[in-house]
């Protein structure tokens, strides 16, 4: 009897242990890891600065504010950037990789690229841009998740990191003009704009390529 009260007394001070074990096994925290969560936390003032922006070049888009603002976006968008080459190639080089990257790594270049879009001025980026790569973030990120619950690993191929690099300089290139050269003329903005329907041609492309990819991933036994 003594024993069996002495295991239940000691059962609430194991608990805890054994959810620390599962939760350090969901996301380990490796470097690659915590720079994808420094990536995360970085979008708040990111947004909060383009919000901002947007604002003060609503009414007017040549104020001296509006062009600071968004060179401080500009920074802060290289920046999560930077730490996204930075915590893939740390996790390659010292081989890192873990389903919580393979998931939270994509989404958050998806929550930095669609926020951008979502933020930026309808006369810069067409709504159909923002609804046509919106639509394949989302489904790719739902395929990914799917897979990776299923214990296959789903991560970036050639195509997305591609699609991503073309994105981010497409958008890099996008808040360049809107701090210094909206307004100096339509060949800015139509040069601009060329190039944002680029990046949306590669994301349908890359997106096409994960629905391949995918339908060859699945599973015998789970096919119809």
Same mark, same amino acid.
């Given at each position: 009897m003594? !024993?069996?009260?002495?295991?239940?007394?000691? &059962?609430?001070?194991?608990?805890p242990?054994?959810?620390?074990?599962?939760?350090?096994?969901?996301? #380990?925290?490796t470097?690659?890891?915590?720079?994808?969560?420094f =990536?995360?936390a %970085?979008? $708040?003032?990111?947004?909060? /600065?383009?919000?901002a922006?947007?604002?003060?070049?609503?009414w007017?888009?040549s104020?001296?504010?509006?062009?600071?603002?968004?060179d401080?976006? $500009?920074?802060?968008?290289?920046? &999560?950037?930077?730490?996204?080459?930075?915590?893939?190639y740390? &996790? +390659?080089? =010292?081989s890192?990789s873990?389903?919580?990257?393979? /998931?939270?790594?994509?989404?958050?270049?998806?929550i930095l690229?669609?926020?951008? @879009?979502? @933020?930026?001025?309808?006369?810069?980026?067409? #709504? &159909?841009?923002t %609804? @046509?790569?919106?639509?394949?973030? $989302?489904?790719?990120?739902?395929?990914?998740?799917?897979?990776?619950?299923?214990? *296959?690993?789903?991560?970036?191929?050639?195509?997305?990191?591609?699609?991503?690099a073309?994105?981010?300089?497409?958008?890099? !290139?996008? %808040?360049?003009?809107?701090a210094h050269? +909206?307004?100096?003329?339509?060949?800015? %903005?139509?040069?601009?704009r060329? /190039?944002?329907?680029?990046?949306?041609? !590669?994301?349908?492309?890359?997106?096409?390529?994960?629905? =391949? +990819?995918?339908? !060859?991933? *699945?599973?015998?036994?789970? =096919?119809?």
């Amino acid at each position: 009897m003594a !024993a069996i009260e002495k295991e239940t007394e000691a &059962a609430p001070d194991s608990a805890p242990q054994d959810l620390k074990k599962d939760i350090t096994g969901l996301l #380990p925290m490796t470097l690659p890891n915590k720079i994808t969560i420094f =990536r995360f936390a %970085l979008s $708040i003032p990111y947004f909060a /600065v383009l919000v901002a922006a947007m604002e003060f070049g609503w009414w007017q888009p040549s104020s001296p504010t509006a062009t600071i603002l968004y060179d401080v976006a $500009i920074v802060l968008f290289l920046v &999560a950037l930077v730490s996204d080459v930075l915590d893939g190639y740390i &996790a +390659r080089k =010292r081989s890192l990789s873990s389903g919580f990257g393979r /998931v939270a790594d994509p989404a958050a270049d998806k929550i930095l690229i669609c926020g951008t @879009l979502i @933020l930026m001025p309808a006369d810069v980026v067409h #709504p &159909a841009m923002t %609804l @046509l790569i919106l639509t394949r973030e $989302i489904a790719v990120q739902g395929i990914r998740g799917f897979f990776e619950s299923l214990g *296959i690993a789903f991560g970036a191929d050639w195509w997305g990191k591609r699609k991503m690099a073309i994105q981010s300089v497409a958008l890099g !290139a996008a %808040l360049v003009y809107l701090a210094h050269f +909206r307004g100096a003329g339509a060949g800015y %903005l139509w040069f601009i704009r060329g /190039v944002l329907w680029f990046a949306v041609l !590669a994301t349908v492309v890359s997106g096409v390529q994960y629905f =391949r +990819r995918a339908a !060859a991933a *699945i599973p015998e036994e789970k =096919r119809p």
